[in-house]
Every structure is written in C-alpha cells, then in structure tokens.
C-alpha cells in the first residue's frame, strides 16, 4: 500500500559529536521541510563560538547528543515558505543564536526574545529543545538549516559576508550591553580577555565614542588591541597596575569563559560604575566582596546576547562604521583544531568555517 504520510524532515550532513568525550565528525542529522514562515538556508559560513567548545564539551551540563555547534551563520536562502514574505530564494543572509521564542511575553514584545518568559523560553540555535517535536536543534557547523523568518537576517549592502558570520554571536553579546548601559564619548570602558567577543567588544566600544582599555593576560596581544582602537592595554594578572587604575572605569566588559575571581575588577568602577560578565555562564572562583560593590555603588550584571532588533541594528551599525571581526578561514575537518586552538588562546580573533566549501558530501 503506498503511504500517505507526508514527508516532514529531510536529512543533512553536518559535523558534530556524540559524547562530551568524543572529538566533532560528520554525522548525518535531520532538518524539516519548511512550514509556511520558514526559510530553508544554505549554510556558507559558520564562526566558531567559546560557546561551541563549550557545549560540545558539556562544559555546562545541559548538553543534549549528538551536539552540532554554530551560532554566527551566513547562508543562502533555497526555499521560502508560503508566507514567508521578507526573504527570497537565492538572497544570503544571517542566523545567529536564536531560531525561536514564544513572540507573546513581554520579552519578546519588547524585542528582547533571549530573554523570553514564555514556558519554555528562546530556543537556542543549537542545543535547544524545539517546541513542536521537542527534538534538539542543530546548529550552523551543517550543509544546511531551517528556520522562521523572524529569526533570519538580511545583510546589508557592503559588509564582507565571509566575515559577517561573527557578528550574530560575538558581535550582538558586545553590542547588547553597551548599548544597555548608554555606552558613549567621554566613558572609560575596559574589555576584559581580548578573544571572539572581546575583540568586537573593542571595536564597538570604540565606534560609540568611547575611551577604550583592554584587560588582557596576553602581552603579545598589545599591538592588536591597539588596532582595534583602543588607547590603553593593561595586563590584568598585574596587582600593582591594577591597583593604579581603581576607581576610574564607568563601564567593565568581561569576556573571560572560565572560573576567575570578579573581585580585582569590582576595585577598578568609579561610583555608579558597572561591570557586566558575558563571559563566565557558572559561578565565579571567589565569592564577590559586596563592601566593594556598596560603597561605591557600583552594579553587576551580566547580559545574554540580544534580541530581533538590535541584531539588525548592529548590522547597520556595523556596516555604516565599517565594522567587521578579524577572521582566519578554516575548513570543517579542522573545526577540532580550531576548538583546540581557541582554548589555548591562540585565536586571533575568530575562526569562521567554509562550510559551503568544505562540508564532506556524505556523512
Ligand atoms: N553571555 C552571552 O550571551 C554569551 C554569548 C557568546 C559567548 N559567551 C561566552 O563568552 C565567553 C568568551 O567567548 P569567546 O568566543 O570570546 O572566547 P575566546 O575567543 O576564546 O576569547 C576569550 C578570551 O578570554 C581570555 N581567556 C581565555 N581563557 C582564559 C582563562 N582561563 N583565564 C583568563 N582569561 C582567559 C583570552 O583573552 P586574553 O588572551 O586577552 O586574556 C581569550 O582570548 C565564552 O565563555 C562564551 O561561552 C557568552
Ligand atoms: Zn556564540
Ligand atoms: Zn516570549
């Protein structure tokens, strides 16, 4: 008897892993056929996020196997569904962390869908449960990807879109808290770890107006900070420069992605000055020392991402300020080297995949 059913899901190639333990490969997984908002995409090019390393590895106990990392996609649209009305077939255009939310909280009203109230929150490009069937998401290190139209970005004219990639993830968790915290000229503000995010977090900072100094513990990286615009570099692991520097930054940036003591930072806020961790999503290794935080007033936060809107602002910020990241090109069957090499620090500043070049054509 023939079968009725409809076809729902088609298959892909995409390279990741299967236990925490276990380095990432081609591994065959499924997208579903797009539905009547969605837009079918071919993936171009993926940057590779700490985030990846950390999700691959477990690092934060919720990873659900098999893992396919990527969060800074650009790809090419293939298929539009019916109702689908600001993208076309053959358009590129950009994926960044999110692929769904509820769109009724008021979150999601506001633009803010990262931060989603509803009763299951954002879904997460990758590893993150997808309401309908409840199966994981896979993420942008795959020939292809499927999603509504609201979470899809269109790239303005004039940016380079192998190097668009990380914006969607490095260039949006920098972006979001500068502008939360009114970032502008006349502020002193530190960027702590000078990476994938902290490198961004420069070149925004400085493109805003303000007076930029990097935290590194990376002397070979002075140059380049420099570069990037910023006027000052201070090697944090350094007591006694630090302690020439307390009380005189308005706005801290903390990109760090392991265990680190907040304390040594806290000291470096004038009054009313805030220091906002992007970085570390665990407990810090010492507890915070809140006499430093009241006296001063100071705040600590921390900030996830961004939301729709402010996504498509920093595209348009970016490219009016021809603002883009530092990217080294790299092939997927090198993706474990480039987690390695991101661990060691040896990135500089963002590895982005070819992966419309170098996907294996079979799992
Ligand atoms: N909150 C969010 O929404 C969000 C979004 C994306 C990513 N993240 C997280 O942000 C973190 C940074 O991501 P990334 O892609 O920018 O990473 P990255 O490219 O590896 O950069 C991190 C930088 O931090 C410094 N660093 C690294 N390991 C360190 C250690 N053990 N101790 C002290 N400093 C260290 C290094 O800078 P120096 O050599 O200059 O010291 C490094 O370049 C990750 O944990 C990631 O998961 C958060
Ligand atoms: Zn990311
Ligand atoms: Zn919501």
């Avoid at 940057?47 to 893992?67: F, R």
């Avoid at 665990?282 to 507890?287: E, K, Q």
């Avoid at 790299?330 to 661990?343: G, L, W």
Wanted: proline share 5%.
């Amino acid at each position: 008897m023939e079968s009725t059913k409809t076809q729902t899901t088609t298959k892909a190639v995409a390279y990741g892993n299967n236990h925490s333990f276990t380095s990432l490969g081609p591994l065959e997984i499924e997208r579903r056929v797009p539905g009547a908002k969605d837009v079918a995409i071919e993936v171009l090019y993926c940057g590779v996020c700490h985030s990846d390393l950390h999700q691959a590895s477990n690092d934060w106990g919720n990873t659900v196997y098999p893992c396919v990392p990527g969060d800074e996609i650009v790809g090419r649209v293939t298929v539009v569904g019916a109702d689908v009305t600001k993208f076309a077939p053959g358009e590129t255009v950009a994926v960044g962390t999110m692929v769904d939310s509820c769109r009724q909280c008021e979150a999601c009203r506001q633009g803010l869908e990262q931060y989603c109230e509803g009763p299951k929150g954002a879904t997460q490009t990758y590893n993150g449960p997808f309401k309908p069937d409840g199966t994981n998401t896979f993420g942008g290190y795959s020939e292809k990807i499927v999603v509504d139209e609201h979470f899809v970005f269109k790239i303005p004219d004039g940016l380079d879109v192998r190097r668009v990639a990380p914006l969607l993830c490095a260039g949006l968790t920098t972006y979001s808290p500068l502008r939360h915290w009114q970032i502008g000229p006349g502020q002193k503000v530190g960027v702590i770890g000078l990476g994938g995010l902290g490198h961004m977090g420069v070149k925004l900072a400085v493109a805003l107006g303000a007076d930029v100094t990097v935290f590194s513990r990376s002397a070979a990286k002075e140059a380049d900070a420099k570069r990037f615009g910023a006027a000052d570099f201070v090697l944090w692991n350094d007591p006694e420069a630090l302690a020439a520097l307390e009380s005189s930054y308005d706005f801290l940036l903390d990109t760090i992605p392991y265990e680190h003591d907040l304390n040594p930072f806290v000291r470096l806020l004038r009054r009313d000055g805030t220091l906002t961790v992007v970085g570390l999503l665990l407990p810090f290794s010492d507890a915070t020392n809140n006499m430093e935080v009241a006296f001063h007033r100071r705040n600590l936060s921390g900030s996830l991402v961004g939301g729709v809107p402010e996504t498509e602002e920093l595209l348009k910020f970016c490219a009016e300020n021809d603002i883009l990241p530092e990217v080294e090109m790299i092939s997927i069957e090198d993706v474990n080297d480039a987690h390695q090499r991101m661990k060691n620090g040896e990135v500089r500043y963002r590895y982005v995949i070819d992966v419309a070049a170098t996907m294996p054509a079979e799992a």
